[in-house]
């Protein structure tokens, strides 16, 4: 970290010379203590942490309450509040404009598995350098406390009875749609969200995290499993994660054969500190064998699921200039003048 | 094999009254047999004798197996609508040989394959029975493929019949096969076996014959849907989402033909351009959006269930000032209706395509060279305009070879419209705000992601927003808005194509259309100076209207708006734009799935002028 000084005032930067209300966004128009807030905290900390460029972030989302909060972080990044359920078709084709730029999705249950569900095994099964976010709290916000495609089956809300279906698990419909990074965690583990944000940010195709995010006001009853309590209570994180850029040495000493390093395609590498199982997350099949588990022991299980770091994205499929498309003329988008005969004479 | 004589008639035609190039040939064959190709190869030669010529295929919803037709028109005067009067009818499907038997007018010709074991039941007609089996069974063709050359009997009985030049056959082969000689010697030697066989066995009895004219080396025959992907190409297009659907797949497929060709950078070899096959119509427009959000040429091509889906994401577009462009190659509605047939049936749900107030803007390309032109031109009237252009072709454009002027290079250069990147933002930087209307004609700059200047950022949305993007209720704000994109689609009149018009001197009635119509309204309007009726024709090519397209109803006692559908769509615009012109236009609008005719137009007019 370096130290700039501003009006006579010491301001902590970071590589970029940016501070941490370079970050910020707007207040949050969201209810006090909704997991979202928190979300939106780590996002800004996991970008200053990462020395990310605003600009070179382009910020999603679809619409419900999860959906409003890319306001709420990196001010100076464009972003696009679309339509209910389309977040990653926008995404998709937004950041073929520029390839160099790293998409930013938040979604939430809703917006995901229900109205989303098409779009969001397909923007997985294309691998679209994106990253993922559902703040999942099993509710439906904005219009009032309506059970969600994620609310547990019995769940009781008010006014809304008791939810009669099987939940929609996020994190293992991402897994089954091939998806190349799947993490779970909980708004109320703050540091978690934020290591797990930084290994998406630098995941070079599609990084799906479903973070449980409790809503305060429809769905944090006690035993309702998208609750703070609840979480706090079932929580069984499959590792301690941390991020370390690529030019820096991993500075922690751990005893050998205590953690578990995953190489991200850029060089950066994901350390895992082993807790009470030893959990291998490029394993596929060690990934839905988890997930399984955790709806047998009625679990949170959180931490990185599952990660490829070796398949193409789409960028890489489409064999695209090095300049950005967006930034292309005339003189690379329409064909020469002697080409139209040629047209020509290919019709009959 | 022994001389077959055609059927005895009592009523035999005058051999004397030849009817050189002026008649109509159907053919009916079964779906999947391989006839598309006898057919284009049939219409592909007489275009190469330089006869005008047109051809329409009349097909089912079907991969294999259901009837299908297709028309061919022969006019030595250009007039190349479809007719409803058949002079020589080919029959290959014995399920509709009874129907095709009906078809043939008084004196016309019917070929026949000769294993249909029916009765011809018409001595009005000259039957010509062809040995379609003993040909194909006696060619080269491996057992496999004999049903496919079975097809180009009846070309070589034709060609022989009407004297259609075999060396053009030929020609026309090579087009259809690259030029790769195995398919094209077998099914040539099938048309030179079925001629020499019709040479020998068949008498000459009906009139119909043609000759090499010198009316087609300016023409070139294309399809709507190549020429719309061509000019899309020519537009700069960069991003093209779609999702398959009947009649427009054929245009993104033209697009990943031609984008590798012409679209590489010389010196990587990497694309400038990408295409997506979406996972339905929602997110193919949703991608379209994105990347016309982030600057890039982008497009959508789909029919109308597919604009149904996309309704959303065009009301966004539309809102958050979205460029991109929208083909719509139209079949028959409502709902799933008929997929293969044609209609203009989409105007007026387009044209207000999304909910509340909402005006798009809509071109009507009139011919298969207008579709390369609006390919190109769309994006820049979107760009221009930072709205989504929608493209209303049919599929009688889209799916069916018209001869058609040859496509030319832009005449303008490209159009990027009001797109500030970091050195242009710099210089307006404390003026700037993404909607705000610096320039008073409605259209604000726009910034798109990648430009790193740190004031060019901004957060598009469907909600209700402030000049700076930002979240907004406030009712002062919201009607500037509204009043904003009102502006700017009114000043749009001046930005899209104007009408195409066409006079005669004191002529008090007009004609108004289209699209595709054009070719039937005018063979209609020869027919009705001849009948002492003179007409004017403006053909509109896009919503809003021009000044020309008032002006042009205003000098009409009586203007008569022909389309292809049944509410009269394009009268019901008219009206709303025009109400004191209400009574002066008199919609003539009629579908049933098939191109327009002149005889159509011509006997609602004459009809509605005796009245």
């Known amino acids: 970290m370096a130290d700039q000084t501003t009006t006579g005032r010491r301001l902590q930067v970071n590589l970029v010379g940016l501070s941490k209300s370079d970050y910020r966004g707007n207040p949050t128009t969201l209810c006090q203590g909704c997991g979202h807030n928190s979300i939106a905290s780590q996002i800004i900390a996991a970008c200053y942490d990462l020395d990310i460029v605003p600009e070179d972030v382009v910020k999603f989302s679809g619409i419900g309450c999860s959906s409003k909060s890319p306001t709420y972080f990196l001010n100076r990044s464009f972003g696009f509040n679309s339509l209910h359920g389309r977040m990653p078709s926008i995404a998709t084709g937004a950041l073929f404009g520029d390839h160099t730029l790293k998409g930013l999705g938040v979604s939430g249950d809703g917006d995901t598995a229900s109205i989303g569900m098409g779009q969001f095994k397909h923007v997985i099964r294309r691998n679209m350098r994106l990253v993922y976010i559902v703040e999942n709290n099993g509710v439906y916000g904005l219009t009032k406390g309506q059970f969600s495609a994620t609310a547990e089956e019995g769940l009781q809300l008010k006014n809304q009875g008791t939810n009669p279906y099987m939940p929609v698990d996020i994190a293992w419909e991402a897994l089954v749609g091939n998806a190349t990074f799947v993490a779970r965690s909980f708004a109320g583990d703050p540091k978690q969200v934020r290591e797990l944000l930084k290994a998406a940010l630098h995941h070079d195709g599609i990084a799906v995290l479903d973070i449980i995010s409790p809503c305060v006001t429809f769905n944090n009853k006690d035993e309702a499993v998208h609750s703070y309590a609840w979480g706090r209570e079932h929580e069984v994180a499959l590792h301690e994660l941390s991020y370390v850029p690529p030019a820096e040495d991993i500075l922690v000493d751990y005893e050998e054969g205590e953690t578990k390093e995953v190489t991200m395609h850029d060089g950066s590498t994901v350390v895992l500190k082993k807790l009470e199982r030893d959990y291998d997350p490029t394993s596929r099949s060690d990934a839905l064998r988890v997930l399984e588990e955790a709806n047998e022991c009625n679990c949170l299980i959180t931490g990185l699921i599952y990660i490829d770091p070796e398949q193409p994205s789409l960028s890489d499929i489409y064999n695209l200039t090095e300049k950005p498309l967006n930034r292309l003329g005339e003189k690379e988008l329409r064909p020469g003048r002697e080409t139209i005969q040629k047209i020509n004479d290919l019709m009959f | ?611």
């Open chain 2, 1 to 611: 094999m022994s001389v077959q004589q055609p059927m005895a008639r009592t009523d035999a035609p005058d051999k004397d009254r030849d009817q050189v190039n002026d008649f109509s040939i159907t053919v009916g064959t079964v779906n999947g047999s391989g006839s598309q190709t006898s057919n284009l190869t049939l219409l592909r030669a007489l275009f190469k004798m330089g006869i005008p010529v047109s051809g329409k295929n009349l097909f089912p919803s079907n991969i294999q197996g259901l009837p299908t037709w297709y028309t061919i028109r022969v006019n030595k005067d250009g007039f190349l609508a479809r007719r409803e009067e058949h002079e020589i009818v080919v029959a290959m499907n014995p399920t509709t040989f009874a129907e095709d038997l009906e078809k043939v007018v008084p004196g016309g010709a019917f070929f026949y394959a000769d294993d249909i074991k029916l009765e011809v039941n018409r001595d009005d007609v000259v039957a010509y029975p062809m040995p379609v089996k003993d040909i194909s069974r006696n060619s080269d063709a491996p057992s496999s493929l004999r049903t496919y050359v079975a097809n180009m009997v009846y070309v070589g009985v034709l060609a022989h019949m009407l004297g259609i030049d075999l060396d053009k056959l030929y020609q026309a082969l090579d087009f259809h096969f690259k030029g790769k000689l195995k398919p094209i010697d077998l099914n040539f030697n099938v048309i030179q076996t079925a001629a020499d066989w019709a040479r020998d066995n068949l008498e000459k009895q009906d009139p119909y014959r043609v000759e090499p004219m010198d009316a087609t080396h300016d023409y070139i025959m294309a399809d709507g849907n190549t020429a719309a992907a061509l000019g899309s190409i020519y537009g700069g297009v960069q991003f093209i989402s779609w999702y398959p659907i009947t009649p427009a797949s054929s245009l993104a497929e033209s697009l990943v033909q031609y984008l590798p060709k012409l679209r590489k950078d010389p010196e990587t070899g990497k694309n400038t351009f990408a295409v997506v096959q979406a996972e339905d119509e929602l997110a193919a427009i949703g991608m379209a959006v994105g990347a016309g959000w982030s600057g890039l040429r982008a497009m959508t091509s789909t029919s109308g269930p597919g604009i149904s889906l996309m309704t959303e994401f065009a009301g966004l577009a539309y809102f958050a000032e979205v460029p991109l462009v929208i083909w719509d190659v139209q079949r028959v509605g409502p709902s799933t209706g008929l997929p293969t047939r044609t209609a203009q049936g989409d105007l007026t749900f387009i044209h207000f395509l999304g909910h509340g107030d909402t005006e798009q803007v809509v071109l009507l390309p009139g011919s298969v060279t207008e579709c390369f032109e609006f390919g190109w031109k769309a994006f820049d009237i979107a760009e221009r305009l930072q709205t989504p252009v929608f493209v209303l072709s049919d599929l009688d454009f889209g799916m069916n070879q018209w001869m058609t002027p040859p496509f030319e290079y832009p005449d303008k250069p490209m159009d990027r419209g009001k797109i500030l990147w970091e050195e242009d933002l710099e210089k307006i930087r404390d003026e700037w705000a993404r909607y705000k209307d610096i320039d008073g004609d409605g259209i604000p700059y726009r910034t798109v992601p990648g430009n790193r200047h740190p004031e060019a950022s901004y957060f598009a949305r469907g909600t209700g927003h402030d000049e700076n993007a930002r979240y907004s209720e406030d009712a002062a704000n919201w009607v500037e808005l509204l009043g904003r994109l009102k502006q700017k689609y009114q000043n749009a009149c001046e930005v899209v194509p104007p009408p195409m018009v066409d006079t005669v001197e004191d002529a008090r009635i007009g004609i108004i259309a289209f699209g595709s119509t054009e070719p039937a309204i005018k063979e209609a309007r020869h027919q009705l100076a001849e009948a002492g009726v003179k007409t004017d024709f403006m053909r509109v090519r896009a919503i809003p209207f021009s000044q020309e397209v008032e002006d042009f109803i205003h000098q009409h006692a009586r203007n008569y708006v022909v389309e292809m559908n049944r509410d009269g769509q394009l009268h019901q615009l008219l009206t709303l734009e025009y109400p004191d012109r209400a009574m002066n236009m008199i919609s003539v609008a009629y579908t049933d799935g098939l191109p327009m005719t002149a005889r159509k137009v011509r006997e609602t007019i004459k009809a509605e002028e005796a009245k």
